[in-house]
């Protein structure tokens, strides 16, 4: 069974950091590009952050950009979310999720086809 | 930096009624779209990628089109079980950005 586990998330102060890994099975992991996605309270999905397959492309949006860093260990099968200089606009669920290509017409499309249950985080003094 | 609008943000409808979700980009993305589906205190679910194509296993009354800058998602005959909110995504490059959402209920 294809599965994505997340895990390390928690409560920390405004300025502080966190790591979120996320443990993949059931695929090879070295195959697909990955990604989180976040949902703060009551709000809607926000993407955050890709990294290509080979670990050699990463994407971030501008509201995490230069504060946090996509990374995956190809030896563990686990995608990790460094995340440093926390703020309160951070709170939110993160979820991992596999990118899966699909190639039709010689064009190929990506979609996230595979989510974890989400880690919770949560910013505040 | 191209942005993702959907209409309307909500939505009140009958069971059996049908259902039309519009998602718009701000610049062309060919067909460069996904549509999710997240129910209410769930995981998001994939249903249609590359603008019209079903996911395995998604039920054949959602149905997707669209190109360029403008794309619907349809629910032909509403069910109990369709209670959610929808989420487009752009997905031909960086940064992959979700629309608002839309809410659907049951009337």
């Known amino acids: 069974e294809v599965q994505l586990v997340e895990s390390g998330g928690g409560s920390v102060q405004p300025g502080g950091s966190l790591r979120l890994s996320c443990a993949a099975s059931?695929?090879?992991?070295?195959?697909?590009?990955m990604s989180w996605v976040r949902q703060a309270p009551g709000k809607g999905l926000e993407w955050v952050s890709s990294?290509?397959?080979?670990?050699?492309?990463?994407y971030s949006a501008d509201s995490v950009k230069g504060r946090f860093t996509i990374s995956r260990d190809e030896s563990k099968n686990t995608l990790h979310l460094q995340m440093n200089s926390l703020r309160a606009e951070d709170t939110a669920v993160y979820f991992c999720?596999?990118?899966?290509?699909?190639?039709?017409?010689?064009?190929?499309?990506?979609?996230?086809?595979?989510w974890g249950i989400g880690t919770t985080v949560t910013v505040s003094s | 930096d191209i942005q993702m609008t959907q209409s309307p943000s909500s939505l009140s409808a009958s069971v059996g009624d049908r259902v039309t979700i519009t998602c718009r980009a701000s610049?062309?993305?060919?067909?460069?779209l996904a549509w999710y589906q997240q129910k209410p205190g769930k995981v998001p679910k994939l249903l249609i990628y590359?603008?019209?194509t079903l996911q395995s296993g998604v039920p054949s009354r959602f149905t997707g089109s669209g190109s360029g800058t403008d794309f619907t998602l349809t629910i032909n005959s509403l069910q109990l079980e369709d209670v959610a909110t929808y989420y487009c995504?752009?997905?031909?490059?960086?940064?992959?950005?979700f629309g608002p959402g839309t809410k659907v209920v049951i009337k």
């Open positions: 590359a603008a019209s």
């Open positions: 999720a596999k990118w899966s290509p699909s190639t039709m017409h010689g064009d190929t499309y990506y979609y996230m086809d595979v």
């Open positions: 610049q062309g993305i060919s067909n460069y």
């Open positions: 059931g695929f090879t992991f070295s195959r697909y590009a």
């Open positions: 995504q752009k997905c031909n490059s960086a940064p992959f950005t």
């Open positions: 990294i290509s397959s080979s670990g050699d492309s990463t």
